[in-house]
């Protein structure tokens, strides 16, 4: 089950921004030694990844963001499987091939019809394909997907096996610590040995519980109190299955401090808001001493791809609104956003507006 969602709301994401807590780092270590790699399925690293959040990552985000990092992995907005069934398959699953390794999410909770959609997935070239299970919104709710599955475990396991059954890529979870009064440890751990006994290969488990009646989206992003040790625990229970932490990751730093104890750290809307934040990732987190791009090489780099774009008819305001922080904290920084923010929507706008842009920051 599942329908399109039209139009779409940043705050339905299921990433928390969150304060910055403190970060479990390892003072023995330096942040320049390379870290062990996770069990990866299929090639997969998933040391760091970019959480799904909607109207934020969809292709054009990603293939920028895969211009700042080589190796991290990316996910796309949540997909419901109405949207793949009964609309625009093709837009849905439209991703350029620079932006691998990248895996698509799913809002849904008929097994069948997350069969069909993980295949049309898998088919199109998503090298993971993950099941939403953390998203509160209210017509998330009314779907039937999203975090109000927690209270359905065999729904969830029941999609989880028939995905497994469909595709050859790894089927995964994203989901919540709880939900609402459904939140003791014993809740999560029959959660998720359920979708883990079905055939699950990795739990990316946001550190925070879910209030479905009377928090809104965003408010479920600050108001529950963040809970890493809840993840950390739940690792022990399960020491061969790849778990990724979520919720109010600032840093790579902070994201690295995880690494020792857990498989992989997703950050949100900091790698969205500050998207420089993702040039040092290969050598922070991947050992990759390769020098990161300047800002305008990242942008010379880019020009290619908008230009396509422009030429298909997409508004050039529907990519360069993901690059607005791409001189953060540079001279010129509040030039460069303005210029896009005032030129970037009007009809006919092109690549000059972004070079114009480039030209105001030093």
């Given at each position: ?13 299921d ?14 270590e330096?942040m ?26 969809d ?18 907005e ?78 969830v ?17 994203k ?11 014993d ?36 108001v ?128 000059e ?10």
């Amino acid at each position: 089950m599942g329908g399109t969602l039209t139009h779409r709301d940043p705050a339905m994401g299921d990433d928390s921004p969150g304060i910055a807590p403190p970060s479990p780092t390892r003072p023995s270590e330096s942040m320049n030694d390379p870290l062990p790699a996770s069990r990866s399925d299929s090639g997969l690293d998933r040391r760091l990844s970019v959480a799904p959040m909607m109207d934020w990552t969809d292709r054009h985000y990603r293939f920028f963001a895969r211009l700042l990092s080589r190796h991290t992995l990316l996910y796309t907005e949540m997909v419901t499987t109405g949207a793949l069934l009964r609309g625009d398959t093709a837009r849905f699953l439209r991703h350029d091939p620079a932006e691998h390794p990248v895996a698509l999410q799913l809002g849904g909770s008929d097994p069948a019809d997350m069969a069909h959609c993980a295949r049309l997935g898998a088919d199109a070239g998503f090298a993971e394909i993950n099941i939403n299970v953390g998203c509160p919104s209210d017509r998330v709710q009314n779907g039937r997907f999203g975090a109000c599955l927690m209270a359905e475990p065999a729904v969830v396991a029941d999609c989880v096996a028939a995905m497994k059954a469909a595709v050859p890529v790894p089927v995964t979870v994203k989901t919540r610590i709880g939900i609402d009064d459904q939140d003791s440890f014993d809740e999560l751990l029959a959660f998720s040995r359920a979708v883990v006994d079905a055939g699950c290969d990795v739990l990316v488990v946001h550190a925070r519980k879910a209030w479905l009646q009377g928090l809104s989206p965003r408010e479920n992003r600050d108001v529950p109190p963040l809970r890493y040790d809840v993840v950390l625990r739940l690792k022990q229970h399960f020491p061969g299955l790849p778990v990724v932490i979520n919720g109010g990751i600032q840093t790579l730093e902070q994201a690295r401090g995880f690494l020792d104890r857990l498989d992989g750290a997703m950050i949100g809307r900091a790698a969205y808001q500050s998207p420089w934040l993702l040039a040092d990732a290969d050598r922070i987190i991947y050992g990759d001493e390769t020098s990161p791009p300047t800002p305008h090489e990242v942008l010379d780099a880019l020009l290619p791809y908008v230009e396509r774009q422009l030429a298909e008819g997409v508004p050039l305001n529907s990519i360069s609104r993901h690059m607005l922080g791409l001189f953060h904290g540079r001279p010129g920084a509040r030039r460069w956003r303005r210029t896009l923010s005032e030129q970037a929507h009007r009809p006919g706008a092109g690549i000059e507006v972004l070079r114009e842009a480039a030209r105001q920051v030093d």
